[in-house]
């Protein structure tokens, strides 16, 4: 039997173990609201990372803010089309002019035209009229193909015509060049190729002489178009299509003036000082004459300086000029129609 001073130790203790019990009932009970509240939360998705790239210019990072407005219509944009210069209309126009052949004398020889029997004139009724340019050099000079083609002839024309004569040209060479070009050299002292070689621009095909029907040793030079070489009246101007000397210019003077047939009108053709108006030099010519209605043009100056130019004739409207310039390796072009 317990003594009456040990039961209060004993109900102390109870009420303890009572208390200790209640708080590992409230701790588990805590726990587990914890646990509840905790599996309902929803788990965040994963962040998707973007790599950005530094721009061209930077070599630091910088992000590019994507616009979510309505993107705006751009006006179409037009290139203007360069309306080509017509000499009708302009004082002159200056044109890229695809100049085909070589002169077919070269330097240090005489590789300029004889100014004083140009393409289309007859030296004031004294001669025939002409049907291609001369180049003035010594006997032996060697003759070069003015670009690249096919021998047709390579022979004196005692039998075979290229004119209303035989024996005309002396010893010849016709080639025919793309575009149905001719090139003729008459004259020849001696002929270095042969009917059907193929020649290339600048081949040594014979060399200056005085055969046929020269006076005075010298190449005649003639391009001609069409006709199979061989028609007298298919000739062009060779200083139009020769390539003008390196610095220099080609000039080609249209007259469409009072009269349907050619006759030779004496033109004046000035080149003044660069930036004034006092001559330089002056060129004397005349326009084509008669039988030389189907080229273009009606006259031509090759191989001229760069720079201001005055054209200069008369008709029956009375004296016509007209300034011009002149550019390197160009073509300047000048048209007078009838007042």
């Not at 006006?75 to 209309?89: M, N, R, S, V």
């Not at 030099?281 to 209605?293: I, M, R």
Request: negative net charge; hydrophobic residues 35%; contains cysteine.
């Amino acid at each position: 039997m317990l003594s009456i001073a040990s039961q209060p130790d004993q109900q102390a203790g109870r009420v303890q173990r009572l208390l200790e019990k209640h708080n590992h009932m409230y701790r588990a009970l805590i726990l587990f609201v914890l646990f509840i509240i905790a599996s309902c939360v929803p788990v965040p998705a994963p962040v998707e990372t973007v790599a950005v790239l530094p721009s061209a210019a930077s070599t630091e990072f910088a992000f590019t803010p994507i616009s979510t407005s309505t993107p705006t219509t751009m006006a179409p944009t037009f290139t203007p089309t360069q309306i080509p210069c017509d000499p009708l209309t302009a004082d002159f126009c200056i044109i890229d002019w695809k100049f085909p052949f070589h002169a077919p004398i070269l330097p240090p020889d005489t590789d300029s035209v004889d100014g004083t029997y140009r393409y289309g004139s007859t030296q004031s009724g004294a001669r025939d009229p002409h049907h291609g340019v001369e180049f003035q050099n010594r006997f032996g000079t060697p003759v070069y193909a003015a670009g690249d083609g096919v021998v047709v002839f390579a022979d004196p024309d005692k039998t075979t015509k290229f004119s209303p004569w035989t024996n005309f040209y002396g010893n010849m060479v016709l080639i025919r060049h793309a575009g149905d070009f001719y090139t003729l050299y008459a004259h020849l002292s001696n002929i270095f190729v042969q009917a059907g070689s193929q020649i290339k621009a600048g081949e040594r095909i014979g060399e200056v002489g005085q055969t046929g029907g020269a006076t005075g040793s010298h190449l005649h030079f003639e391009v001609r178009r069409g006709g199979a070489g061989t028609d007298y009246f298919s000739t062009e101007n060779p200083e139009l299509w020769l390539i003008p000397a390196e610095g220099t210019g080609t000039l080609a003077i249209t007259l469409k003036v009072d009269v349907e047939r050619n006759y030779e009108r004496p033109l004046v053709v000035t080149r003044f000082l660069d930036g004034s108006t006092d001559p330089l030099f002056v060129y004397y010519l005349s326009s084509y004459t008669k039988g030389f209605e189907h080229n273009e043009e009606d006259a031509v100056l090759g191989s001229l300086p760069p720079g201001r130019y005055k054209v200069a004739f008369s008709d029956g409207s009375g004296l016509r000029e007209r300034i011009v310039l002149v550019e390197a390796g160009k073509l300047t072009q000048v048209v007078f129609e009838k007042k």
